[in-house]
């Protein structure tokens, strides 16, 4: 599988790093974006010459408004990955809500809904979250956001099911990364950063809709069938 054009938002993010690894030799030119210009430099000076030569990079402050003045959506991509995130939520504040909601939801989906209208074939990838998909109370907003990016993933799905463009939504469980750094995850539920770039990458080949590490597909059934009287009383 070859690609023209691609676009990854949040590439400096663990996964989406790995997912880049598998597809440089792949792709014709690669966009890179995310909020650190510096950590975008830093990654396109560790690789080859010749994968250096096809990579641009555009950082930009994370917010909606930057990217509606700055970014050029006259571009077209055959491919957007979107691997942004954030998951950081210890204080209860406003500007703890917009970073979240935008890091986790309007800033990548804006984009991505923007370029899909151009799009005329290729596939639209986004990772959002098993949180997504039932309110915890661990990780309220958090949760919150990936609902909605599950949700707008699933309505851009039903949008483009005539068109020669897949929406591909991503579960990927527990994953080792700078997001979970510290945190305890049983070993047999978490995932290395390559094995969901793989997974992503098979999806896209094979056009499917949902992706779920197995053991996760498993745990997000049984998360959703638990009676509310029932999930409101458990601790996790
Ligand atoms: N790790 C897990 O266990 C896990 C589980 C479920 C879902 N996920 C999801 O998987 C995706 C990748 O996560 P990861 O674990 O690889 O995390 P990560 O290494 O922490 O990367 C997330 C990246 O998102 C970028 N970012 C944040 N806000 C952004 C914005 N507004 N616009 C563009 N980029 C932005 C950050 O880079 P800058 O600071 O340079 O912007 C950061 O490097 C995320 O959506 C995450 O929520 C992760």
Same mark, same amino acid.
């Not at 792949?26 to 890179?32: A, E, N, P």
């Not at 700078?178 to 070993?187: A, D, N, Q, S, V």
């Given at each position: 599988? @070859?690609? #023209? &054009? /691609?676009?990854? =938002?949040?590439?400096?993010?663990?996964?989406?790093?790995?997912?880049?690894?598998?597809?440089?030799? #792949?792709?014709?030119?690669?966009?890179?974006?995310? %909020?650190?210009?510096?950590?975008?430099?830093?990654?396109?000076?560790?690789?080859?010459?010749?994968?250096?030569?096809?990579?641009?990079?555009?950082?930009?402050?994370?917010?909606?408004?930057?990217?509606?003045?700055?970014?050029?959506?006259?571009?077209?991509?055959?491919?957007?990955?979107?691997?942004?995130?954030?998951?950081?939520?210890? &204080?209860?504040?406003?500007?703890?809500?917009?970073?979240?909601? &935008?890091?986790?939801?309007?800033? +990548?989906?804006?984009?991505?809904? *923007?370029?899909? @209208?151009?799009?005329?074939?290729?596939?639209? /990838?986004? =990772?959002?979250? =098993?949180?997504?998909? %039932?309110? *915890?109370? #661990?990780?309220?907003?958090?949760?919150?956001?990936?609902?909605?990016?599950?949700?707008?993933?699933?309505?851009? %799905?039903?949008?483009?099911? &005539?068109?020669? /463009?897949?929406? =591909?939504? /991503?579960? $990927?469980?527990?994953?080792?990364? !700078?997001?979970?750094?510290?945190? !305890?995850? $049983?070993?047999?539920?978490?995932?290395? +950063?390559?094995?969901?770039?793989?997974?992503?990458?098979?999806?896209? !080949?094979?056009?499917?809709?949902?992706?779920? $590490?197995?053991?996760?597909?498993?745990?997000?059934?049984?998360? %959703?069938?638990? $009676?509310?009287?029932?999930?409101?009383?458990?601790?996790?």
């Amino acid at each position: 599988m @070859k690609f #023209k &054009n /691609v676009l990854i =938002i949040g590439a400096n993010s663990d996964i989406a790093r790995e997912f880049i690894y598998l597809i440089i030799d #792949k792709t014709d030119s690669m966009l890179l974006l995310s %909020r650190s210009n510096e950590k975008l430099i830093q990654f396109k000076d560790s690789l080859t010459e010749n994968h250096q030569g096809k990579i641009s990079i555009f950082s930009y402050d994370g917010s909606l408004e930057s990217i509606d003045d700055s970014f050029n959506f006259t571009q077209e991509f055959d491919l957007i990955f979107n691997a942004a995130g954030s998951n950081n939520e210890t &204080n209860v504040d406003i500007e703890s809500f917009k970073s979240s909601i &935008n890091s986790n939801f309007s800033a +990548p989906f804006y984009l991505t809904y *923007r370029l899909s @209208k151009t799009m005329t074939s290729g596939t639209v /990838v986004s =990772i959002s979250s =098993i949180a997504g998909d %039932r309110g *915890r109370m #661990k990780n309220i907003l958090y949760g919150a956001t990936k609902s909605a990016m599950t949700s707008a993933m699933s309505g851009l %799905r039903q949008k483009l099911a &005539n068109s020669n /463009v897949s929406v =591909i939504t /991503v579960i $990927p469980g527990y994953v080792r990364t !700078k997001m979970t750094e510290g945190h !305890k995850m $049983p070993k047999i539920l978490t995932s290395s +950063p390559s094995r969901i770039a793989k997974l992503c990458l098979n999806g896209i !080949k094979s056009r499917k809709n949902i992706i779920y $590490p197995i053991e996760w597909l498993l745990i997000s059934v049984i998360l %959703r069938l638990i $009676p509310e009287f029932i999930f409101k009383r458990l601790r996790f």
